[in-house]
């Protein structure tokens, strides 16, 4: 049971370019989240997910997309791509009893 | 609005002492849950701690428990027996009932907690 998994850990990018953040969750959790969080800052939603083809925006959506083709997976894309997108992007989900959400690693992009 | 607020930017604490980490919400609705989150500075999330709004008793786990007070709409952590790796920030969010089927929390802006050896 790896619970959420997050790739890259890091990358960095240049202005205009393009990436998907890839999320994986093997807990069989309903819900799934992206959240980004700048530095010294706490976090924000970009969107989520209520069930396999279902999303919907969260806070701050603008420059970001997402997908929900199976309950596991949950990716983020990034169209091109800003140096305001510089953050760290974390992934959760949640389905347990309170929702408390788990969350994946994280993933450090620069945009430069 | 539904908010949270963290007043303390950042805590200092002595090892092996007790700390108190300051959250307080703002909500209409009766129904609620509010959870504490620890990030280390390896970055990752940890959830820590849950308690409901309909919990008679206040939250405890291991060395943690939410100092919960309603009327106050005040949801403390607590910290027992500080130990150095207990230094990292930590994050109050709360989830509303009416908040619909999306499970959304709404988070606090953190405290930086800081154990001195």
């Known amino acids: 049971n790896a619970g959420v998994t997050q790739t890259p850990k890091f990358r960095i990018l240049k202005i205009g370019q393009s990436m998907t953040l890839q999320c994986t969750q093997d807990?069989?959790?309903?819900?799934m989240y992206w959240y980004r969080q700048d530095p010294g800052m706490g976090l924000k939603l970009i969107y989520y997910?209520?069930?396999?083809?279902?999303?919907d925006k969260g806070e701050v959506p603008n420059g970001y997309n997402v997908s929900r083709s199976t309950t596991e997976d949950f990716p983020l894309r990034l169209e091109l791509a800003a140096p305001s997108q510089t953050s760290v992007y974390f992934c959760?989900?949640?389905?347990?009893?309170?929702?408390?959400?788990?969350f994946g690693p994280g993933t450090r992009l620069t945009v430069t | 609005a539904q908010k949270i607020t963290q007043t303390q930017p950042g805590m200092f604490v002595q090892e092996k002492e007790a700390v108190t980490l300051d959250c307080t919400y703002d909500?209409?609705?009766?129904?609620?849950?509010l959870f504490w989150y620890k990030q280390p500075s390896s970055g990752e999330m940890i959830f820590l701690i849950y308690q409901g709004s309909y919990d008679e008793q206040n939250a405890t786990e291991g060395r943690y428990s939410l100092n919960f007070q309603k009327a106050r709409k005040s949801a403390n952590l607590v910290i027992s027996a500080s130990q150095l790796g207990d230094s990292a920030m930590y994050f109050c969010?709360?989830?509303?009932?009416?908040?619909?089927?999306?499970?959304?929390?709404?988070w606090g802006l953190g405290t930086s907690l800081a154990v001195n050896p």
């Open positions: 909500t209409s609705d009766q129904s609620y849950g």
């Open positions: 969010a709360m989830r509303e009932a009416n908040a619909g089927n999306n499970r959304k929390l709404i």
């Open positions: 959760a989900s949640s389905y347990l009893k309170h929702y408390e959400q788990y």
């Open positions: 807990m069989n959790h309903n819900y």
């Open positions: 997910s209520v069930g396999a083809g279902i999303t």
